[in-house]
């Protein structure tokens, strides 16, 4: 079964850091490139950072670029989302997502180019 899993949410104060997890279990990730979503109540799910398969480049959405950082393991077929000096307004699920149709031919953030994802987890900034 083809299953990503989403890890490493929760509370945390504003200021405060966070490292989500990835991890597939069922495909090897190391084809795929890997996208990070979060959907805040009563928005649109949104794509936040991006991993290339292939030369490994990155690319952020503007709000949390400088702040968050992602990453891949290949050895340990996972990838993290480190996410720093976290704000309110970061509170939301966080969904990993990844997809193998490659050349890319839609933009890294369309939802609709990714074939597998997780179920999310909950991250909480609050004081």
């Known amino acids: 079964q083809l299953q990503l899993v989403e890890s490493g949410g929760g509370l945390v104060q504003p200021g405060g850091s966070l490292r989500l997890s990835c991890a597939a279990s069922?495909?090897?990730?190391?084809?795929?490139?890997i996208g990070w979503f979060r959907q805040a109540p009563g928005k649109e799910r949104e794509g936040i950072s991006f991993i290339a398969n292939s030369d490994g480049r990155t690319d952020y959405v503007a709000s949390v670029k400088g702040r968050f950082t992602i990453s891949r393991d290949n050895a340990k077929n996972t990838v993290y989302l480190q996410m720093n000096s976290l704000k309110p307004e970061d509170t939301a699920v966080y969904y990993c997502?990844?997809?193998?149709?490659?050349?890319?031919?839609?933009?890294?953030?369309?939802?609709?180019?990714?074939?597998?994802w997780g179920q999310g987890t909950q991250v909480t900034v609050s004081s």
């Open positions: 997502a990844a997809s193998g149709r490659l050349p890319r031919t839609m933009s890294w953030s369309s939802r609709g180019w990714y074939d597998y």
């Open positions: 069922g495909f090897t990730l190391d084809y795929y490139a």
